[in-house]
Nanobody, 123 residues
Framework: QMQLVESGGGLVQAGGSLRLSCAAA????????MAWFRQAPGKERELVAG????????YHTNSVKGRFTISRDNAKNTVYLQMNSLKPEDTAVYYC????????????????WGQGTQVTVSS
C-alpha cells in the first residue's frame, strides 16, 4: 500500500515557474518508478514525466521537454516536478503516480495515484 500527496500547485503567470512535490508513505518508495500525469478539463489524463526507481533514468513528454524536470529524493520519499517557462496550455490538475512499469508508462499501469494538485497558468 502507498499513499501519495501532492503539493505546490497554484496560480502563476505565463513564463513563471512552480515546483510540485509528491510525498509518499506506506510502502518502500525506492522500489517504485514514479511519474507525473496531468489532466485538463475535457481532456485525457496524459503522462508528463517519469523517473526510474533509482532515479538514473527519466522521461519527459515532448511538450514539456526542456521546461519541466522530474527528480526524486529517495531518502525523503519524495518526487518533484520542476516546471519552468509555464504556458497556459500547462493548466491542469497534476497527479503523482507510482508504478513498476516502463518510464513512458500508461495511466492504466499505474498502481497508486495521488489526489492531484491544480496548476493554473494565466496568459
Amino acid at each position: 500500500q502507498m499513499q501519495l500527496v501532492e503539493s505546490g500547485g497554484g496560480l502563476v503567470q505565463a513564463g513563471g515557474s512552480l515546483r510540485l512535490s509528491c510525498a509518499a508513505a506506506g510502502d518502500t518508495f525506492s522500489r517504485f518508478n514514479m511519474a507525473w500525469f496531468r489532466q485538463a478539463p475535457g481532456k485525457e489524463r496524459e503522462l508528463v514525466a517519469g523517473i526510474s526507481a533509482s532515479g538514473d533514468r527519466t522521461y519527459h513528454t515532448n511538450s514539456v521537454k526542456g521546461r519541466f524536470t522530474i527528480s526524486r529524493d529517495n531518502a525523503k520519499n519524495t518526487v518533484y516536478l520542476q516546471m519552468n517557462s509555464l504556458k497556459p496550455e500547462d493548466t491542469a490538475v497534476y497527479y503523482c503516480a507510482a508504478h513498476m512499469g516502463i518510464m513512458a508508462v500508461s495511466a492504466s499501469r499505474v498502481q497508486y495515484w495521488g489526489q492531484g494538485t491544480q496548476v493554473t497558468v494565466s496568459s
